[in-house]
């Protein structure tokens, strides 16, 4: 069964540190790992996507990283702006190729 | 463009009553998703349209609910009859040649 496992739940840290999220996945043949991040209120927004180990992408303070089993969201010197909730979903080769399995996320507080 | 339109944003009803959720995806996005997301469970998959067709519905809890997608610019999410634990916020993504999918505001749904 296809599956994806977020932690930590959540994490606070104080702006300025910085630290990684981390998505474990289980896929029968993995097409793309998504991230997306999701204000209170507000539907999830797309960060990135990651289709082989061993790539990387960036945007500002974020950067996503994939393994074989894994993917690691680092969030560089966080601001209180970087502050919400950080889904990590994956999409399979079989089967109904649009669908999303996406975890429970990781709530993310950064203090001034 | 716009973004993904959701309407209503808020919905409270009383058990028993029919609930009717409406979505606008992205204009040239051939393919549309409906989404449910619980504390409990997180974000799930509901069903799953392409060109306008029903691919995937097996997300669809019971027969109480039904979706329709009569054209490319408009979808509609049906609970009929409505129960409490239906309570949920309901999220339209749509998702065009690539593999991103674009989520809506949401539409938050109480049933007392």
Partial sequence: ?112 | DAGVIQSPRHEVTEMGQEVTLRCKPISGHNSLFWYRQTMMRGLELLIYFNNNVPIDDSGMPEDRFSAKMPNASFSTLKIQPSEPRDSAVYFCASQGHGETQYFGPGTRLLVL
């Fill in chain 1, 1 to 112: 069964e296809d599956q994806v496992t977020q932690s930590p739940e959540a994490l606070r840290l104080q702006e300025g540190e910085s630290s990684s999220l981390n998505c474990s996945y289980t896929v029968s043949g993995l097409r793309g790992l998504f991230w997306y991040r999701q204000d209170p209120g507000k539907g999830p927004e797309f960060l990135f996507t990651l289709y082989s180990a061993g790539e990387e992408k960036e945007k500002e303070r974020l950067k996503a990283t994939l393994t074989k089993k894994e993917s690691f969201l680092h969030i560089t010197a966080p601001k209180p702006e970087d502050s919400a909730t950080y889904l990590c979903a994956v999409q399979a080769h079989s089967g109904n190729t649009g669908k999303l399995i996406f975890g429970q996320g990781t709530t993310l507080q950064v203090k001034p």
